[in-house]
């Protein structure tokens, strides 16, 4: 039986830009709770 | 409850004890049953972080905060993101590298077996009691809405919470986790549904939201800096980073989740899910108890409601002051009932316009009547019942679920504060019973046993911790509105921790003595601060950044003047020998 092909240990992603959009939407976020806010108030 | 609705708890119990008895693969290894073999999908673990954080408290308690309070409760997740971030580049690679079961085995590496044990002991006793409390909340509201038993309505969710978790391990945790995010996700939209649909003709969502913003019930942020106030912009986003930082860092009951992923990226990115759906998911929960307040302008609630407590004072000599007030209080809700109406009649126009400026006066005023009446009834309901503390949101959402929920979707609403309840409760248990056994059993009691020893005992400790929580949970039960203080009871804890995982990782020359002593000092700081009078005032949040400051601080300077760790010892990532 042929043998499966070993793991290749896994590299660690670059989560940059996902931390980046975090960011940008909790940013957003926050403006929308403000926004609801300030437009229902 | 009608036999439609019986019919869908008793389903829903069934499926999960069936799915979660049946969910555990290779659970006769250590490492099936503690770490599920890394082999989880990112994204069943993401739920299942949220799922163990959203319990019944949060569900029932924050729609009754939203329909009392408004939205200013959203901001105590609002330093959640960041601190997923933060925990996403530090302490998620650490821990997974590292091969360890609980977060405490890291800190003996690191510092040494007194610190490790007692962080342990620490997580033990905290989680242990809020386990308790975390099924006590809705038993509580369940056994009184509902007429059931107090021990009826704790064992409906303790047992088949523990016969799952014991079984399965934390895969049955994971997996039945998964199914119930669905279910309370299911059964909150379908409440969303009925509470628009129960406005009157005429009267749109819109409006219900426009009505209950006049009286701001939709000022979610509030960027005033006041440190005696629980939500504000800053207290959530620093104290809320330290907390957030802590539970998710340091807590077992977090860690173990993402120690589950099949790798690295899959344990970062199941955190960084909660951090993209975490504030949208509570502000639409908060929403839900906006609505329900906006809901209840239009159809009839009780002035008061927990019925015991009207109860009792209907049954006391101070019955007919209760009853002039219930008189009173229907007149001023047809008031503002009218002024409602007029106020949503109104919007359509111009919302600047005089009339519509005068409707909104109105309704202001009517609401504030409302209100006093309420006031000078809890009030009443304190001086006879002695119970300081009263207060009544967390009746607020289960009343109109009893009340108004059409057959079968009642059923369902029952079901979602079930799930929230045991989704909670089971993870804590499994990582109660992790920690009992790899930090005690394992490394003081039975170092080189065998799996199947190991997994004897796990099973036994997870009984053990879910008959303790409801033991727990029966007395909190007699607590009363004390149990809400019991809440914030894990910020006097979460600080200190994690100023020792700061220690641990941030610092190299921290010694095992520095972080001993330097938690020691934050646990003290913690609690002098929340218990002395002159402090005790200071919101809750801001002790997770107390407990955190002082434990680096002192711990620093402790190991400062004690050899500080020229070895640098256990300071790189990777496996534990």
Known sequence: ???????????????????????????????????LGTYFG | MRWLDWAVVAVYLTWIIWSGLRAGKRTNELDGYFRANRSLPWWAVGLSVMATQLSAITLVGTTGKAYADGMRFVQIYLGLPIAMIILSRTLVPFFYKSGVFTAYEYLERRFDVKTRSL????????????????????????????????????LAIGLPTIAYTMVGGVQAVTWTDVKQMVVIVFAMGSAVTVLIMGLPHGVSAGDALHIAGSVGRLQAID????????YTFWSGLFGGLFLSLSYFGTDQSQVQRYLTASSVNSSRHSLLMSAFVKIPLQAMILITGVLTFSFFLFNKNPMLFNPVHEKEVLASTRAAEYQGLEKE???????????????????????????????????????????????????????????????????????????????????????????????????????????????????????????????????????????????????????????DVVNQFG?????????????????????????????????TTVFTFAFHPETKSISYLWHNVIGAVVCVVVGMTVSLFTGGNPTRKGVEAGPIS
């Open chain 2, 223 to 230: 960027f005033k800096w006041d440190l005696h106030q629980d």
């Open chain 2, 491 to 523: 910020s006097l804890f979460y600080g200190s921790m994690l100023g020792v995982f700061i220690l641990a990782l941030a610092t190299k020359s921290t010694n095992g003595t520095g972080a001993f002593i330097g938690f020691l000092a934050g646990l």
């Open chain 2, 119 to 154: 962080a342990s002991i620490v997580f033990l006793a905290q989680r242990g009691l809020s386990c308790g409390v975390v099924i006590a909340a809705p038993s509580i509201i369940l056994s009184i809405v509902l007429g059931w038993n107090i021990i009826f309505t704790i």
């Open chain 1, 1 to 35: 039986m042929a043998q499966a092909p070993a793991a290749l240990p896994e590299k660690d992603q670059d989560l940059t830009r996902t931390y980046a959009l975090v960011v940008v939407v909790e940013i957003l976020t926050v403006a929308a709770l403000v926004l």
């Open chain 2, 329 to 483: 209080y229907d007149l001023r809700f047809a008031e503002r009932q009218v002024a409602a109406q007029a106020l949503a009649d109104a919007g359509k126009l111009d919302s600047s316009s005089p009339a519509a400026l005068a409707a909104r006066d109105a309704f202001k005023k009517a609401n504030g009547d409302v209100g006093a009446v309420r006031t000078r009834a809890a009030t009443l309901v304190k001086d006879v019942t002695h119970d300081s503390l009263y207060k009544d949101v967390n009746y607020v959402f289960p009343t109109f679920i009893l009340t108004y929920m059409p057959m079968g979707l009642m059923g369902l609403m029952i079901a979602a504060i079930l799930s929230a309840a045991m989704s909670a409760s089971s993870g804590e248990l499994n990582a109660l019973a992790t920690a009992t056994v790899m930090d005690f059993y394992r490394r003081h009691v039975n170092k080189d046993a065998e799996d199947a020893k190991y997994l004897w005992f796990s099973k036994v400790a997870t009984l053990f911790w879910g008959l303790f929580a409801c033991g727990v949970a029966y007395y909190a039960a007699n607590l009363g509105s004390l149990i």
